[in-house]
């Protein structure tokens, strides 16, 4: 494996507010990941936390090794606590991941962004690191630019003890059959309100939460708008309408699952929810394919020291 510079928790660069846009774009195509600090006013953080909190209470932990077991996670962030659209369109944030993700204004490689996933994420006390993985991988191409960007938006103060999300800087740019090295992988700290932006192909997990708290935050991931259908059928074609078409037609208009963890409600196939099986909990499952599994099962045997294995 060729060397490769380590970082630190300094070496991760933090922004104010009220940041230079273009030394945002410079540091998360450099580095793959920022942390700006104080990204949300102390009411409007209160505001999501209170919204959040009886969601929280009733989700239900996932299902597998790669959204871990003693994490509980959920969708639809927007509906459920609507002060999330804040997140979704920070003036600062949005406008930097646009130009990230369009690239040159002369040649964009896309008309328009779009929301990919919202997502609240508790990770509960002994749960361990999670693998590290790059969220691109969900669509099976490659490009040589970034096609999808997230922000995790810290509820909590995010620490090393409970499990704060780690990253290795740089790694978006390395080859896609390079694999980590102990030790390579950082704890990103952030306090609460703060908003932790990274790139798509960059190498990431959730740190292990061994405090005795659970450890909230909330993922806005967004992607190039072509990755969407040229029209919005599941708007266009109501589900009451929907419900009243052949099931193949269903899966057509886009009430399907295509593995791994494409087009998903609350971790579950559409088609359960557009027939009332998925309310509005439920436990997330991996969903992986056969070719997934295999190589979390590699994965999982390669990486044996600690904080890998479930």
């Keep these: ?175 896609r059959d390079r694999l980590p090295a102990p030790g390579e992988a950082i704890s990103v700290s952030a306090l609460a309100g703060s908003a932790i932006v ?8 959730g740190g292990a939460n061994m405090s005795g708290e659970i450890r909230h935050g909330v993922v806005i991931s967004y992607r190039l708008g072509w990755l969407a259908p040229t029209e919005k059928l599941l708007l266009s074609v109501p589900p009451e309408k929907a419900r009243l078409l052949p099931p193949e037609v269903q899966r057509l208009l886009g009430y399907q699952l295509h593995r791994p963890n494409l087009g998903w409600i609350e971790g579950q196939d559409p088609m359960l929810w557009l027939n009332g099986e998925v309310g509005d909990l439920a436990s997330a499952s991996d969903n992986l394919d056969e070719a997934s599994e295999l190589r979390l099962a590699a994965a999982l045997t390669r990486l044996e020291y600690e904080g890998y294995r479930r």
């Design 1 to 175: 494996m060729p060397a490769t510079a380590q970082h630190t928790s300094a070496a991760v660069r933090r922004f104010p507010p009220d940041c230079t846009p273009a030394r945002l774009q410079q540091t998360l195509l450099a580095d793959g990941v920022a942390v700006v600090e104080g990204a949300l006013a102390p009411s409007t953080l209160k505001a999501i936390r209170s919204q959040l909190k009886p969601w929280f209470e009733a989700a239900h932990c996932c299902q597998g090794p790669l959204f871990g077991r003693r994490t509980r996670r959920f969708g639809g962030v927007l509906a459920k606590a609507p002060d999330t659209a804040v997140l979704a369109a920070h003036p600062t944030i949005l406008p930097v991941i646009e130009r990230v993700l369009k690239g040159a204004e002369a040649v964009p490689r896309c008309d328009v962004i779009e929301l990919n996933l919202t997502q609240a994420i508790g990770i509960e006390p002994g749960e361990p690191a999670q693998l590290l993985h790059r969220d691109e991988a969900l669509w099976p191409v490659e490009l040589p630019y970034e096609i999808m960007a997230n922000v995790m938006w810290a509820l909590d103060d995010f620490t090393e003890a409970n499990g704060a999300t780690r990253f290795i800087l740089g790694s978006h740019d390395w080859p």
């Design 198 to 205: 990274w790139l798509g192909g960059l190498l990431h997990g």
